[in-house]
């Protein structure tokens, strides 16, 4: 007997894909960047402040890397 587990699950209801399937969402949204401009008004707006970085480094939460 198949339980189904899903009925279960107190997930939201949104509009929003619960898969990624980037391989063709990717060129939509890459598209749409283009389209409105982003990529450009975002270079605009940051130009001459400081550059930012990132960094996704330690402390790791399991210990070092080797």
């Known amino acids: 007997?198949?339980?189904d587990w899903?009925?279960?699950?107190?997930l939201p209801r949104t509009r929003f894909p619960?898969?990624?399937d980037l391989p063709r969402r990717e060129p939509e949204v890459a598209?749409?960047?283009e389209?409105?401009?982003l990529y450009r008004?975002?270079?605009?707006?940051?130009?001459?402040r400081p550059r930012?970085?990132?960094?996704?480094?330690p402390p790791y939460a399991n210990g070092a890397i080797p």
Request: charged residues 25%.
């Open 31 to 33: 598209r749409f960047w």
């Open 35 to 37: 389209e409105k401009g």
């Open 41 to 48: 008004a975002v270079s605009e707006w940051r130009r001459g």
């Open 18 to 20: 619960m898969k990624a």
């Open 1 to 3: 007997m198949a339980v």
């Open 6 to 10: 899903k009925a279960t699950l107190n």
């Open 52 to 57: 930012v970085s990132l960094h996704a480094g």
